[in-house]
């Protein structure tokens, strides 16, 4: 069942607080009343606050990408940055870590490349012509309505494990420099990218869970929220409609400096009924705390003595 529009809560919640005057507005995005203008950008603020507060089922979105990895050949010198007589440079840029013969472990090219070459951040340890360097992508940019990681829910979908991480400022500088090749995928957020170690090399899929920092939708949009802020009458919200009239009588009341005990009450109790509905919880066991450990000394039968 779909929430009611904003100028539906705006009208039913003033009505019910007795506001004579103003109402059932006709409008409330187009509304010149002071009362109104400020109730709803309170409103728009809290709103955005309450999405912070609870990992709402509506605003959780599953993101999944595939790192790409190119091959090309090209030229090394010691003591250079530059990679020479590149055979492309087709779909590269400074997102891509680049492998090969002479080059140091945690390159990435340093610049866009132009023509045939490949500016890096390091140094060439060698010389060398027509060598295959590898140029894995490692970097990748968050999803255009992301606010906050969920936390285990990145995997490595084509290896069927979970990815480890996110990584502290030690353990980075530790996968960077010291001998860090692995099978499972390292990870870790870091100036505003999602980055991943070692580069691959190879086309896998991977996957996270995050919060949308979008909590509002238009009318005949799909449920998946896509604003921050109510723009039209007939915009929608994913929170239930108890609470956004709870938070309209609350913001109204502040605003006009009256007693806010009873609407703050009501409004807490809502919000908690709301993040309990939102989308159920697991059971609880009263019993023994089940492991996660598909085999080890607990559940693999003795035999074996003497042989």
């Given at each position: 069942m779909?929430?009611?529009?904003?100028l539906s809560l705006f009208q039913t919640t003033m009505q019910g607080m007795g506001v004579v005057a103003y109402g059932s507005p006709a409008t409330v995005i187009a509304n010149t009343n002071q009362d109104v203008v400020q109730t709803l950008a309170l409103v728009n603020i809290a709103g955005n606050e309450l999405n912070r507060q609870h990992e709402w089922q509506?605003?959780?979105t599953q993101y999944i990408f595939s790192p790409t990895y190119y091959s090309y050949t090209g030229d090394t010198t010691i003591s250079s940055a530059t990679l020479t007589n590149m055979s492309s440079i087709t779909s590269l840029d400074t997102t891509f870590m680049v492998t090969g013969t002479y080059i140091p472990q945690d390159t990435f090219i340093n610049a866009a490349p132009v023509g045939t070459s490949v500016v890096m951040n390091r140094v060439a340890t060698g010389t060398a012509a027509t060598t295959t360097f590898t140029f894995s992508k490692v970097?990748?940019?968050?999803?255009?309505d992301f606010d906050r990681m969920?936390?285990?829910?990145?995997?490595?979908?084509t290896r069927r494990w979970s990815m480890s991480g996110p990584k502290t400022a030690q353990e980075r500088e530790f996968l960077r420099s010291g001998f860090s090749s692995a099978p499972?995928?390292?990870f870790w957020q870091m100036g505003g990218y999602f980055q991943i170690w070692p580069p691959l090399g190879a086309n896998e899929v991977l996957s996270y869970e995050y919060?949308?920092?979008?909590w509002i939708m238009a009318t005949g949009a799909s449920p998946t929220p896509t604003k921050q802020l109510f723009t039209v009458d007939t915009d929608t919200c994913i929170y239930p409609d108890a609470l956004m009239r709870s938070l309209i009588k609350l913001k109204y009341w502040e605003a006009k400096g009256f007693d806010t005990t009873a609407a703050m009450r009501d409004y807490a109790m809502q919000l908690d009924l709301a993040k309990a509905h939102d989308a159920g919880s697991k059971d609880l066991s009263m019993g023994a705390r089940q492991g996660s450990t598909l085999m080890g000394w607990g559940n693999i039968p003795d035999s074996g003595y003497g042989t």
């Open positions: 779909a929430n009611s529009t904003l509506q605003a959780t970097l990748f940019a968050l999803p255009s969920l936390d285990s829910t990145q995997w490595d979908n499972r995928i390292r919060v949308s920092k979008y």
